[in-house]
T-cell receptor, first 109, second 115 residues
């Protein structure tokens, strides 16, 4: 039973437009959420996080939104750039981190 | 500026062979982790350690053993490799939490094929 789900395996967006990546979770006890970005042949790198006591966190072009009632997390990238093309993983923490299956984002120039 | 270093980067084994994957971190982190990544499965936790001399099982520990004899090193062992263990293995580390969760720092992975 997967506790953290990323239902879109892939997403294509035009350069300059908004990218929205989604993540759903089942356990209401998760207290911290993170997004990681992964390029081919490299390890995941931390992007942005949010505590369960907040509903939004912003860092430059990246904003994470948390909707606790819907158990839904989203990452917005505005504007999208070709260098953002990567696989994005969401993760939820209950002590240790549980990762989603990832969404491959392709930003078209 | 190394961060988390995994050796080797690639390896091909025959079924039944044994091997050890090495993870080294130079950030003085207390926590260390081993994950495997398979297509459509995300990152699944194999084993982890919350400090030197301690280890604990994760989500998919069967067929693997680990040791953390030194704080900076975390070893993942396969005693008798099976084709189902063909995967990309990632090591990660993070510092002890204060009031907030600290993100993990990942190595670049070891691609392991079992024939």
């Amino acid at each position: 039973d997967q506790q953290v789900k990323q239902n879109s395996p892939s997403l294509s967006v035009q350069e300059g437009r908004i990218s929205i990546l989604n993540c759903d979770y089942t356990n209401s006890m998760f207290d911290y959420f993170l997004w990681y970005k992964k390029y081919p042949a490299e390890g995941p790198t931390f992007l942005i996080s949010i505590s369960s006591i907040k509903d939004k966190n912003e860092d430059g072009r990246f904003t994470v939104f948390l909707n606790k009632s819907a158990k839904h997390l989203s990452l917005h990238i505005v504007p999208s750039q070709p260098g953002d093309s990567a696989v994005y993983f969401c993760a939820a923490s209950l002590g240790e981190y549980i990762f989603g299956t990832g969404t491959r984002l392709k930003v078209l120039a | 500026n190394a961060g988390v270093t995994q050796t080797p980067k690639f390896r091909v084994l025959k079924t039944g062979q044994s091997m050890t994957l090495l993870c080294a971190q130079d950030m003085n982190h207390e926590y260390m982790y081993w994950y495997r990544q398979d297509p459509g499965m995300g990152l699944r936790l194999i084993h982890y350690s919350v400090g030197e001399g301690t280890t604990a099982k994760g989500e998919v520990p069967d067929g693997y053993n680990v040791s953390r004899l030194k704080k900076q090193n975390f070893l993942l062992g396969l005693e008798s490799a099976a084709p189902s263990q063909t995967s990309v293995y990632f090591c990660a580390s993070r510092p002890l939490d204060g009031y907030s969760n600290q993100p993990q720092h990942f190595g670049d992975g070891t691609r392991l094929s079992i024939l």
